[in-house]
C-alpha cells in the first residue's frame, strides 16, 4: 500500500485526460475511424469541421459532465484545450472548436443508426477481448438489464413523437397535459459497471395513435434488435416484475435467452399459488455471516407449470447491513436452481437495480444531465443521449480500470473535473502519442 505522501506525488505526475486517452485506445482502437465515417448530411463545400471532430467534442463535454452546449464553448476555448483534441485526433491543424450551433445542426441531421453503430463496435471489442469473462452468469451468460426512464418533460408539445399524461388538479378540476419522452434502455452487466448494449425511444408514431407507446411495446422492438445485432450471444436478460409474462416467455425461449426477473405475486397468480402450496417442504439453505449472524435464507422450487413451460422460483430473505431489518425478494428464472447457484441468482437478480444507481442516476444526477435536453430537436437530443451511452462505457472502463482512481477513491464528480482540468491545462506531447501504441495492462480488481 502506498502512504498518502506517495499518493499525492503520483497524482501529480499523472494526466488524467491522457490515461483516458489511453484507455479508449487500448479497447477501441479503430474508434476515432469510426466518428470519421459517419454519414455526413451536410452541404460539403460549407463544411468547416469535420465529424470526428464535433462528435469527439460532445464526447469529451459528457466526459467532464459539463452541463449545457454554452458551457462546452467556454470551458473549451483555450489553447491547449485545442491543441490537446487536435492532437488525439491525429489533424494536421485545428484552430478553432465548433459552435455549439454548429454540433447541433450536425446532430439534428445526423442518423440515430450511425451512433448505434459505434456503441456495437465497442461492445463488440470488449466482448473479444475476453476479460471480463468471469461475471458470466452460470459461466455462460451475459447479464442485460432492461429498464425503462423519463427523459424530458415539457408543458407545450414539442413534437409529434411525445408521449401525452393528462392531469387533473384536485381542486379546480382543471386538466392539464405533459408531453415526455422516455426511453428503454438495455445495459450489460459487468461488475460494478453497466454498460449500454441497446436503446429505444418510447414514442408514439404520430399525434393519432389510438394507444400510446409503452416500455414492454418497446422492449420487443429492442429485443429484435439485440438479437439481430448478437446472433449467438448467451444472453440472461434482466427485469422488473414487469417482464414477467406469457409474451416475454415465448420471445425468450424463441431467442434462447434465458432470463431471472422480479416477482410480484399478483403477476401470475396460479405460480404464485402453487409455490406458496408447496415452498414448506422444500430445502431452505441459510447463509451465515463469518461471525454467525444470519445473511439471507433462500427457498426455492423449480419446475413449477405455467402454461406450456416450466418456471422455477425463489425467494430470499435478506437481513439489512445493521440487522434491524429482513427484506423479501422473489425471482423468477428459466435457469433450474440448485444449492450451488442459488445465491448467486439471487445475487445476480439484484443486480437489476444497478441500472436504476449506477445507470440512470448516475446518467441524470451526478454526471451527464441527461434530462437536460441540449437541443430542441428530437433527432439531436436522440444523438446526444446516444453520445452519453458511448462516453459512459469509455468513463466507467477509465473509472473502474485506472489503479490510481481506486486507490484514491475519488467520486464520479472528482473525476470528471480532474478530466477536465487535464484537458485544459496539461498538453499531450508528440512523445505521448507515439506511445499510444505500446499495448498497456488493465485490471478491473
Ligand atoms: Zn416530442
Given at each position: 500500500m502506498a502512504t498518502r505522501k506517495e499518493k499525492r506525488e503520483q497524482e501529480k505526475n499523472t494526466n488524467y485526460f491522457f490515461e483516458f486517452i489511453k484507455i479508449k485506445k487500448h479497447f477501441f482502437k479503430g474508434f476515432t475511424g469510426y466518428l470519421k465515417k459517419v454519414k455526413d448530411h451536410r452541404h460539403q463545400s460549407y463544411v468547416d469541421y469535420t465529424p470526428e471532430v464535433i462528435l469527439f467534442l460532445v464526447i469529451l463535454k459528457n466526459m467532464a459532465a459539463l452541463k449545457s452546449m454554452r458551457l462546452m464553448s467556454e470551458s473549451f476555448n483555450k489553447e491547449e484545450c485545442i491543441e490537446n483534441i487536435c492532437k488525439i485526433l491525429g489533424l494536421e491543424e485545428l484552430k478553432e472548436l465548433p459552435h455549439y450551433d454548429t454540433v447541433n445542426d450536425f446532430l439534428s441531421g445526423l442518423e440515430v443508426s450511425e451512433l448505434e453503430d459505434i456503441r456495437t463496435y465497442m461492445i463488440k471489442e470488449l466482448l473479444k477481448k475476453r476479460c471480463f469473462e468471469d461475471y458470466r452468469i452460470e459461466g455462460k451468460y451475459w447479464g442485460i438489464i432492461f429498464d425503462g426512464t423519463g427523459l424530458y418533460t415539457f408543458d407545450k408539445k414539442h413534437c409529434k413523437h411525445c408521449l401525452k399524461r393528462e392531469y387533473k388538479n384536485q381542486e379546480t378540476g382543471e386538466t392539464k397535459i405533459i408531453y415526455m419522452h422516455?426511453?428503454?434502455?438495455?445495459?450489460?452487466?459487468?461488475?460494478?459497471?453497466?454498460?449500454?448494449?441497446?436503446?429505444?425511444?418510447?414514442?408514439?408514431?404520430?399525434?393519432?395513435?389510438?394507444?400510446?407507446?409503452?416500455?414492454?411495446?418497446?422492449?420487443?422492438?429492442?429485443?429484435?434488435?439485440?438479437?439481430?445485432?448478437?446472433?449467438?450471444?448467451?444472453?440472461?436478460?434482466?427485469?422488473?416484475?414487469?417482464?414477467?409474462?406469457?409474451?416475454?416467455?415465448?420471445?425468450?425461449?424463441?431467442?434462447?435467452?434465458?432470463?431471472?426477473?422480479?416477482?410480484?405475486?399478483?403477476?401470475?397468480?396460479?405460480?404464485?399459488?402453487?409455490?406458496?402450496?408447496?415452498?414448506?417442504?422444500?430445502?431452505?439453505?441459510?447463509?451465515?455471516?463469518?461471525?454467525?449472524?444470519?445473511?439471507?435464507?433462500?427457498?426455492?422450487?423449480?419446475?413449477?407449470?405455467?402454461?406450456?413451460?416450466?418456471?422455477?422460483?425463489?425467494?430470499?430473505?435478506?437481513?439489512?447491513?445493521?440487522?434491524?431489518?429482513?427484506?423479501?425478494?422473489?425471482?423468477?428464472?428459466?435457469?433450474?436452481?440448485?444449492?450451488?447457484?442459488?445465491?448467486?441468482?439471487?445475487?445476480?437478480?439484484?443486480?437489476?437495480?444497478?441500472?436504476?444507481?449506477?445507470?440512470?442516476?448516475?446518467?441524470?444526477?451526478?454526471?451527464?444531465?441527461?434530462?437536460?435536453?441540449?437541443?430542441?430537436?428530437?433527432?439531436?437530443?436522440?444523438?446526444?443521449?446516444?453520445?452519453?451511452?458511448?462516453?459512459?462505457?469509455?468513463?466507467?472502463?477509465?473509472?473502474?480500470?485506472?489503479?490510481?482512481l481506486r486507490d484514491l477513491k475519488k467520486t464520479a464528480k472528482e473525476i470528471s473535473s480532474n478530466l477536465l482540468e487535464a484537458i485544459r491545462t496539461r498538453r499531450v506531447t508528440d512523445e505521448d502519442i507515439t506511445l499510444l501504441v505500446k499495448p498497456i495492462q488493465i485490471r478491473f480488481t
Open positions: 422516455h426511453v428503454l434502455e438495455a445495459k450489460l452487466v459487468v461488475g460494478d459497471m453497466v454498460l449500454s448494449i441497446g436503446t429505444e425511444f418510447i414514442e408514439n408514431e404520430n399525434e393519432e395513435v389510438p394507444k400510446q407507446d409503452c416500455e414492454i411495446k418497446a422492449f420487443y422492438r429492442l429485443a429484435e434488435k439485440i438479437k439481430q445485432t448478437y446472433p449467438r450471444l448467451p444472453i440472461c436478460i434482466l427485469g422488473d416484475s414487469l417482464y414477467a409474462c406469457e409474451p416475454v416467455f415465448v420471445l425468450c425461449d424463441q431467442y434462447n435467452w434465458k432470463y431471472i426477473f422480479r416477482f410480484k405475486e399478483g403477476r401470475i397468480k396460479s405460480v404464485a399459488e402453487e409455490f406458496e402450496a408447496i415452498k414448506a417442504g422444500e430445502t431452505k439453505i441459510v447463509i451465515k455471516e463469518k461471525d454467525g449472524v444470519t445473511k439471507q435464507e433462500l427457498l426455492w422450487v423449480n419446475d413449477i407449470s405455467y402454461n406450456n413451460r416450466e418456471v422455477n422460483l425463489i425467494e430470499a430473505k435478506i437481513d439489512t447491513e445493521d440487522g434491524s431489518k429482513s427484506k423479501q425478494f422473489l425471482f423468477l428464472t428459466g435457469i433450474k436452481i440448485t444449492k450451488t447457484n442459488a445465491e448467486r441468482l439471487v445475487a445476480t437478480g439484484r443486480s437489476r437495480w444497478k441500472i436504476e444507481n449506477q445507470g440512470f442516476n448516475n446518467q441524470k444526477n451526478i454526471r451527464y444531465h441527461l434530462e437536460h435536453a441540449n437541443s430542441h430537436d428530437y433527432t439531436a437530443m436522440k444523438n446526444h443521449y446516444l453520445l452519453i451511452q458511448i462516453t459512459d462505457i469509455m468513463v466507467q472502463l477509465f473509472e473502474n480500470g485506472l489503479k490510481i
